[in-house]
C-alpha cells in the first residue's frame, strides 16, 4: 500500500529539513542522488518546494566560498 497525501506530506516536510541540516554542499549533493527516487514518488507540489528549498541551499552554500583577501602594504 501507498503512502498517503498526508503521509507524503509529512516525508516532505522531513526532507526540506534535511536540507536545512548540511553542512556541506557534497553532503547535500551525496543525499539527493541517493534519494533521488523519493522524491519522483512525491507530489508534484511537494516536488517543487524541495527544489526551491534545495536551490536556496546550494546558494547559501555558493555565498560560504572563502574570499582571498589582499594583504595590506
Request: net charge negative; hydrophobic share 35%; charged share 40%.
Amino acid at each position: 500500500k501507498g503512502l498517503t497525501n498526508e503521509e507524503m506530506g509529512e516525508v516532505a516536510q522531513t526532507m526540506m529539513e534535511r536540507i536545512k541540516e548540511f553542512k556541506t554542499k557534497r553532503e547535500m549533493e551525496k543525499w539527493a542522488t541517493d534519494n533521488a527516487a523519493g522524491f519522483d514518488l512525491l507530489e508534484d507540489s511537494d516536488r517543487q518546494k524541495l527544489k526551491v528549498a534545495y536551490r536556496d541551499r546550494l546558494e547559501e552554500f555558493a555565498g560560504d566560498v572563502p574570499q582571498v583577501k589582499g594583504g595590506k602594504k
